[in-house]
């Protein structure tokens, strides 16, 4: 009976976090919900695409950008490459409210307000994207890397022969997590996009379905989620095990 | 093949059927809309009190002293009361559109509310009355 304690005190805690959602699906089903969001809420799917794109492709962009930054902090030695490690640590931890400005005057440089562009490229550049690949890659034996050094200097053909497929459960993960994060982002399109309303992520026009469809979009607007998640599960929980101090 | 196999790739499978899904209203929803719905109906003009305010509404979209105001109601799940809620948009433009076969009038309005939500709403111009029937056409 004691052995069975934590696992009661877990399923507590699992209701508390799938009650909101359980109580969404049920309503979901009454009075018509999906018909009125497929009927009279037509451009909401053209939001769910346009924001599934986003997320995708700032996932993807975020593997490509973190892949090699991640190699270089923990298999390259250079000077100062713990301290710049470190300040990426810092950069880290400061919330999107302390780097929205100087964000906002880096887009208004490169003529980026108002367009997708700099929604994409925020959550594309991540410290914690690079946190995760060189945590990975530090568990990687470096005779692997001498003993393929002695075949071929290519960094190109060192990352796609070697690196990539040792880290491709972290990598998983890290497309899952920035897809996540582009998914639901409010404040950015609100801050980086004030005008152009027709690029906006559902998530940021969710609010204006109505009422008679609005239980029916929001579980709608959870599926692509828990889809990319289910297909990329196994990896993901791979990826976990390789997060370790060293 | 064994189910394992199958289930490994429902997940990708329902996700392409989603995205397909997608697409397709993304580009024919509009004409989904349009071949399903009524392109001409009517609607009656009604006058809500919420507050201590009179507001003529045609559906849920109400006007009163220039201002556009959402009035719906609120139903709890668990109990069976009702609660009126309203929300107020700045109007940025008008068009006053007159039904050519009637003499109604009504006024379609755009317009963002408090957290710069977009909205359209189709309202009363004002003289029309309590219970009095408007023919709306897109």
Redesign the interface.
Known sequence: MIRKIPVVIAVAILSVFIAPIL?VVV?SFEGGQYYEL???N?????Y??RT?GYSALSGFLSVVIALPVGYLFAKVRFKFRNIIFYIYILVMLLPFQATQLSGYLLFKRINAIDSPVSLILTMSFSPLAVFLIRQCLMSLPDDIIDAYSLESKSVFRLLKTIVIPYAMPMLSTLFMLTFCATYSIVEQA?IYM?KN?EAYPLSA?L??VR?EGYFAGCVIYL??VL??Y??LEKNMLKGMEYYRWS | MKIKGIVKYL??F??IV??V???I??VK??E??EK??PKVKTARVKTIIYGDKSYNCIERNCVRDGKVYEI?K?KS?FNENTRVKAVEVEILEIETKDIPETKDMVAIVSGIDS????YFAVVPKEGLTDGETVTISE
Not at chain 1, 42 to 46: E, G, L, Q, T, V
Not at chain 2, 115 to 118: A, C, G, H, N, T
């Open positions: 109580y309503r497929v009927i009279n037509y451009s909401y799917f053209k769910a695409l599934i609100y004030p309303i026009v609010g204006s009422e599926l692509p889809l990319v289910l297909v | 997940w990708m329902l996700l989603i995205l899904f997608f697409a209203m993304a929803g509009r989904i809309h399903i719905c719906y609120q799940f957290i710069s939500r977009q």
